[in-house]
């Protein structure tokens, strides 16, 4: 799996061409932003997948219902195969603005 942290919408669209270039369907791109409204708009934006129940199971999903929002981000990290601390170094990316962008 690759992993880009990016600045902005900008920057993540840009990766997420570059990335469809190389041949990777956006089926296998999934964007994440610490604002829920912001990852949705540039999701949409973006036409990239979101971490469902095929990636997370069924626990998961309901029980990020209950979870805060950094929590709810590192389960989803982890369900895509990034490590626990690789999760908690990303979301604290994130609290900084920054777009993350998982490829595989």
Do not use: C, W
């Not at 604002?35 to 971490?51: I, P």
């Amino acid at each position: 799996m690759k992993t880009f942290v990016v600045e902005n919408g900008v920057q993540a669209t840009e990766t997420i061409r570059n990335l469809e270039a190389q041949g990777l369907s956006k089926d296998d791109i999934y964007l994440f932003a610490h604002d829920t409204a912001r990852s949705k708009h540039l999701t949409e934006n973006t036409d990239t997948s979101n971490v469902g129940m095929k990636e997370e199971g069924l626990f998961d999903k309901m029980a990020n219902v209950f979870r805060s929002r950094g929590d709810e981000l590192r389960s989803k990290m982890t369900s895509l195969g990034v490590t626990q601390p690789e999760a908690e170094k990303l979301e604290e990316e994130l609290d900084k603005g920054k777009v993350v962008i998982f490829a595989h």
